[in-house]
């Protein structure tokens, strides 16, 4: 099972990689930064469902106990960080030549500044714990505040003020041509296939690390 | 002893410790008065400036009051003879946050006075600012008060706080600030008191269930 999905990740990763590379045609508008959409949203897609899996797990761990939940909780929760990092910084090289900013105080990129932050707390207090046992706890009891608040943060700062554009895919229908869809379609399936496998990877590594 | 007894003795007894050493209000509060000028300082004073600094000297003077009552805890190891007594350890909670909720109620009213003398800023509109004040004084506290157990056990637990708390909390932040700028200029509130009667309702609700795992020995 684990050479297929390895291998089957790998193999997804590569044919978006080339639709994004060479099939996806440039933007009328972005010009060729659109590429870098193929891995921004992706990315941001996989910080959430990271963090989603650290909430659950977490929540799991705190009720059952069980120290197989704190490996899928801890996997999750430095994945949330890793991908909405990288979410951060393509954003950043996209918006810089497309916006002509950087930074925008626009709620999507706030939501995710706060998420990648409450996530590094999170591995920071499992890190920095008075010993092991307390750190599961305590990080498990952050990783589940964290994503129960990002909701209530993204709408505050979505009333606040906001400039990114609305959603492309929405349940009243897809705002995008074809042949940009179907490189995104395929990276983001890789990207959460990719995050699946890291999970499995890093959730063993724990266990690993715990029996030696 | 009953829940609400309990709750009452422990919020006493943390309000009488505060009251003989005043060592949560009076260095927090000296803080927030400092934010208070530096941010006054930097943006120029006028009064439209003042909404933003209020409730951003306010959100750092609680990270620093809400840790107090904890680090006390843990510098006397006091935490575990509570913890020894028979009874729910929601009453623990309840009663932290009581206490936590009057002293960022008085830091509150304390840093609107000084903020109306150094900014200038008008005193329309008191009765939304206390029902504000109220409202994010509850989810604060219930933040500040789980967090500050959280990081009892924790090295650099100080330092983590706002790491922790501000990017927690900034729903309350950017409420304030709208709902005194409402407050102000007589505007309607918007969907402010909505948002933070939700961050109420959820760190209520989600406080004391996490406290009751986070304070286990």
């Given at each position: ?137 305590l990080s498990a009891a952050v990783a589940v505040l964290a994503f129960l608040d990002v909701p209530v943060v993204h709408y505050s700062v979505v009333w606040f003020r906001t400039l990114h554009q609305g959603p492309s895919i929405s349940l009243q229908g897809v705002k995008l041509a074809p042949e940009f869809l179907l490189p995104l379609a395929v990276n983001t399936l890789a990207y959460l296939a990719l995050l699946g496998v890291l999970l499995a990877e890093r959730a063993r590594l724990a266990s690993l690390e715990v029996e030696r | 002893m009953r829940a609400w007894r309990r709750v009452v003795a422990v919020a006493r007894k943390d309000l009488l410790l505060e009251w003989r050493g005043r060592d949560a209000l009076i260095p927090a509060g000296s803080f927030g008065l400092a934010v208070l000028l530096v941010l006054g300082l930097v943006s120029g004073g006028g009064w439209e400036a003042a ?167």
């Amino acid at each position: 099972m684990r050479p297929f999905a390895v291998g089957a990740t790998a193999a997804l990763l590569s044919v978006g990689l080339f639709l994004a590379l060479w099939v996806s045609p440039p933007d009328s508008y972005q010009g060729e930064y659109v590429r870098i959409l193929y891995v921004h949203v992706p990315a941001a897609l996989a910080a959430y469902g990271a963090a989603a899996v650290a909430c659950g797990a977490s929540a799991l761990y705190l009720w059952r106990r069980d120290l197989r939940w704190d490996f899928v909780g801890r996997a999750g929760a430095e994945l949330a960080a890793l991908f909405s990092g990288l979410t951060l910084l393509t954003g950043m090289l996209w918006g810089k030549p497309v916006w002509g900013v950087w930074w925008a105080w626009d709620a999507r990129l706030v939501t995710t500044a706060v998420l990648f932050l409450l996530y590094v707390g999170c591995l920071l207090v499992r890190d920095l714990a008075d010993d092991p046992e307390r750190g599961r706890r305590l990080s498990a009891a952050v990783a589940v505040l964290a994503f129960l608040d990002v909701p209530v943060v993204h709408y505050s700062v979505v009333w606040f003020r906001t400039l990114h554009q609305g959603p492309s895919i929405s349940l009243q229908g897809v705002k995008l041509a074809p042949e940009f869809l179907l490189p995104l379609a395929v990276n983001t399936l890789a990207y959460l296939a990719l995050l699946g496998v890291l999970l499995a990877e890093r959730a063993r590594l724990a266990s690993l690390e715990v029996e030696r | 002893m009953r829940a609400w007894r309990r709750v009452v003795a422990v919020a006493r007894k943390d309000l009488l410790l505060e009251w003989r050493g005043r060592d949560a209000l009076i260095p927090a509060g000296s803080f927030g008065l400092a934010v208070l000028l530096v941010l006054g300082l930097v943006s120029g004073g006028g009064w439209e400036a003042a909404p933003p600094a209020l409730w951003v000297s306010l959100l750092l003077a609680a990270v620093v009051a809400a840790g107090r009552g904890a680090d006390r805890e843990g510098e006397e190891g006091t935490l575990e003879a509570l913890l020894l007594y028979p009874g729910s350890r929601e009453d623990l909670f309840w009663g932290r946050w009581l206490a936590v909720c009057v002293l960022l109620l008085l830091l509150g009213a304390g840093l609107w006075g000084v903020q109306v003398l150094l900014f200038n800023a008008p005193t329309r509109g008191v009765g939304v600012l206390v029902l504000a004040g109220l409202l994010s004084a509850f989810g604060l506290a219930a933040v500040g008060t789980l967090l500050a157990a959280l990081l009892t056990h924790v090295r650099a637990g100080p330092l983590l706080m706002p790491l922790l708390f501000l990017p927690a909390t900034v729903p309350v932040l950017l409420a304030g600030v709208r709902l005194s700028e409402a407050a102000a200029s007589g505007a309607p509130a918007g969907p402010w008191w909505g948002v933070l009667a939700v961050f109420d309702l959820l760190f209520l609700l989600v406080g004391p269930a996490l406290f009751e795992v986070v304070v286990e020995a």
